[in-house]
């Protein structure tokens, strides 16, 4: 099973950036990437995605602040977030999707305020 290591994530003040890193530990060319999210009490959400034609989605809460990109190269998958906010503030977890279907461990991203 392909395994996923997210990094990149800790403490930051309100309006800074974090970069996340998702590194695979095999090729993810031609297979849909996406970050979720899980606040404290709250439901994983969807936050952005790559799909395997190379289309961004985006959450709408994240829209115009966050980026996602990945390089096929390195087997890689980031995570550009921008003007962050407290409400940000989450547990960050990778996935990638069919045939792979595997999920990262989650890395901690706390906004302060």
């Known amino acids: 099973q392909v395994q996923l290591v997210e990094s990149g994530g800790g403490l930051v003040q309100a309006g800074g950036s974090l970069k996340l890193s998702c590194t695979a530990s095999?090729?993810?060319?031609?297979?849909?990437v996406a970050w979720y999210r899980q606040g404290s009490g709250q439901q994983r959400e969807f936050v952005a995605g790559?799909?395997?034609?190379?289309?961004?989605n985006y959450a709408t809460s994240v829209q115009g602040r966050f980026t996602i990109y990945r390089d096929n190269v390195k087997n890689a998958v980031y995570l550009q977030m921008n003007s962050l906010k407290p409400e940000d503030t989450a547990l960050y977890s990778c996935n990638v999707g069919h045939p792979l279907n595997s999920w990262g461990q989650g890395i901690q991203v706390t906004v302060s305020s």
């Open positions: 095999e090729s993810i060319f031609g297979i849909a």
């Open positions: 790559v799909t395997r034609n190379e289309m961004k």
